[in-house]
């Protein structure tokens, strides 16, 4: 399986990134890292090794990213619009040199984006506030509601928090181009986040957008559960 290391200094962040690219062609899928995990833990966790037939056959291409979540989500010690403010740059960091880093590598332009637990909440956030970008997104077992991590409420959070934004969108374009996105919603019926994930899910069917909404027996919020799920999701909403 031909394994890509990449490390830079990142202009819109201010500091070095890493990421690893598995595979040499196929649909390439943004790979985001739990709250307190890093770039190699997809490899780590054995998520890689799961997927490893469609990698190496050419079909499916992982970009596994870091995060700085510490910087944004969970960076307690600053204010609600500052937290905000660096969440911001990574999605530029994303936007103006993961992608086309990728773009450069694999002319594959059918993009996909995935994550586990914290890593779904970003994949969806990205995909739902960058419409067109992304052309199917996986969550599992993702949270969807963030206010619980911030004391004040502000303007910057409402942009970032999908349960609030989504009921309010109304652009044209905007919602035609997530009608053409697969947004894949899987989660354990007794994860305590599931409720919302059958929110954002209603929301989004009720803006015309579709979307699959699994909910798997029992808690299923750990790496044997995903392993499952993104097999059985990353080829469609089976």
């Known amino acids: 399986m031909h394994r890509d290391y990449r490390r830079w200094h990142s202009p819109a962040l201010g500091r070095d990134m890493e990421l690893l690219i598995f595979g040499h062609a196929g649909a390439p899928c943004l790979v985001f890292p739990t709250s307190h995990g890093r770039f190699h833990e997809f490899e780590d966790r054995g998520m890689v090794g799961a997927l490893a037939h469609r990698i190496e056959q050419g079909w499916l291409q992982l970009i596994c990213v870091d995060a700085v979540y510490g910087e944004s989500w969970y960076n307690y010690g600053l204010d609600t619009d500052a937290r905000m403010w660096r969440e911001e740059q990574y999605e530029h960091y994303l936007l103006t040199e993961v992608l086309p880093l990728v773009q450069y590598l694999n002319p594959n332009h059918y993009l996909m984006a995935t994550g586990c637990s914290f890593g779904a909440t970003e994949a969806v956030i990205f995909t739902l506030r960058h419409p067109g970008v992304v052309r199917r997104v996986i969550g599992l077992s993702g949270l969807y509601d963030l206010r619980r991590f911030f ?88």
């Open 151 to 238: 004391g004040r409420y502000t303007q910057g959070l409402y942009f970032h928090n999908p349960v609030d934004f989504v009921p309010n969108l109304g652009d044209g374009w905007t919602l035609d181009r997530l009608r053409e996105c697969d947004i894949i919603l899987a989660t354990g019926r007794d994860d305590p986040a599931a409720w919302s994930n059958e929110l954002l899910s209603r929301q989004l069917w009720e803006k015309g957008v579709g979307n699959a909404l699994r909910l798997w027996d029992g808690w299923c919020h750990d790496w044997p559960y995903w392993a499952r799920m993104i097999n059985t999701y990353i080829d469609g909403h089976d």
